[in-house]
């Protein structure tokens, strides 16, 4: 995940289950990159990333709604920005420690 991959989302929009929207997509991936179990990650709002999102919504003491409102959307951008700077996650730093091994 990159961090120009993230779609500015505005106060008032919202998406919920049967809804398409590339901000959806950037929802899948960013779940399925923080673990959560997503079917896909087209864009399209499914049950799977319905559910995923519920248990995101569970795991951050946010309302669980299902559905993809701003506050959601921020609290999503924030833990992958948190998870991509730890240094597990950083693969060319990792790549770079290997190489300084050998």
């Not at 929207?21 to 990333?49: C, H, K, M, T």
């Not at 951050?60 to 730890?86: C, F, M, P, W």
Request: hydrophobic share 35%; proline share 1%; net charge negative.
């Amino acid at each position: 995940i990159a961090y120009d991959l993230y779609i500015e989302m505005k106060d008032d929009e919202s998406y919920q289950y049967d809804d398409v929207n590339p901000i959806v997509a950037v929802g899948e991936d960013s779940l399925i990159f923080l673990g959560y179990q997503v079917d896909r990650n087209d864009g399209y709002f499914s049950s799977s990333f319905e559910k995923a999102l519920l248990e995101f919504q569970r795991d951050n003491n946010l309302e669980e709604n299902g559905i993809l409102d701003l506050k959601t959307y921020n609290s999503i951008v924030s833990e992958v920005t948190l998870a991509l700077q730890k240094s597990e996650n950083d693969t060319q730093l990792s790549k770079a420690i290997e190489l300084l091994k050998d």
